[in-house]
T-cell receptor, first 113, second 112 residues
Framework: GDSVTQMEGPVTLSEEACLTI???????????LFWYVQYPGEGLQLLLKATKADDKGSNKGFEATYRKETTSFHLEKGSVQVSDSAVYFC????????????FGTGTRLKVLA | DGGITQSPKYLFRKEGQNVTLSCEQNLNHDAMYWYRQDPGQGLRLIYYSQIVNDFQKGDIAEGYSVSREKKESFPLTVTSAQKNPTAFYLC???????????FGPGTRLTVL
């Protein structure tokens, strides 16, 4: 079945450092791909998405490109802030038409001032 | 403001008791979902509903039940048959055939 693999955390960075969180997927069809962010004690917020190959999703300085050839959707940001500290989840929508999500295990990011 | 509300935010119950978690949305979304989140793990799908009066089991439905009598509401009951119910529960909704899901703030259930 479809699956999502995310790099394990925690990731600890200094403020203004570059961020990359790796995400790869397996899917039999053509899923949409998502990055969600979760702040402590809260629900998930959609950060960005891409619905087809070579699409680039971007929001709040974060971006990710849907790479079909490498089945990847890595999250990047050029300069992180303390306020970016959170857990980041990569997800894909089920490619069989049910629109269910499959989530990665999440990557905790801690940014130090 | 449109959104998804879950109540209560924290819930404590004794072992062996059934408990119902509330989820309401005013986004006019067709589909609603329940997920369970455990520490260090991703979200796992419990149940989902595409339309009123219809719902489907997700990956971990055992020990849970749901109903969908109204478009806006999708309550989840954690029954005494659920072996390890202590977890963070998240409700989500989406327009059907638009696969972007919107999440509520979650309910943290602790069974003592």
């Amino acid at each position: 079945g479809d699956s999502v693999t995310q790099m394990e955390g925690p990731v600890t960075l200094s403020e203004e450092a570059c961020l990359t969180i790796n995400c790869t997927y397996t899917a039999t069809g053509y899923p949409s791909l998502f990055w969600y962010v979760q702040y402590p004690g809260e629900g998930l917020q959609l950060l960005l998405k891409a619905t087809k190959a070579d699409d680039k999703g971007s929001n709040k300085g974060f971006e990710a490109t849907y790479r079909k050839e490498t089945t990847s959707f890595h999250l990047e940001k050029g300069s992180v802030q303390v306020s970016d500290s959170a857990v980041y989840f990569c997800a894909l929508s089920d490619s069989t038409g049910t629109y269910k999500y499959i989530f990665g295990t999440g990557t905790r990011l801690k940014v130090l001032a | 403001d449109g959104g998804i509300t879950q109540s209560p935010k924290y819930l404590f119950r004794k072992e062996g008791q059934n408990v119902t978690l509330s989820c309401e949305q005013n986004l006019n979304h067709d589909a609603m979902y329940w997920y369970r989140q455990d520490p260090g793990q991703g979200l796992r799908l419990i149940y989902y509903s595409q339309i009123v009066n219809d719902f489907q089991k997700g990956d971990i439905a055992e020990g849970y039940s749901v109903s969908r009598e109204k478009k806006e509401s999708f309550p989840l009951t954690v029954t005494s048959a659920q072996k390890n119910p202590t977890a963070f529960y998240l409700c989500a909704s989406s327009m059907w055939r638009n696969n972007e899901q919107f999440f509520g703030p979650g309910t943290r259930l602790t069974v003592l």
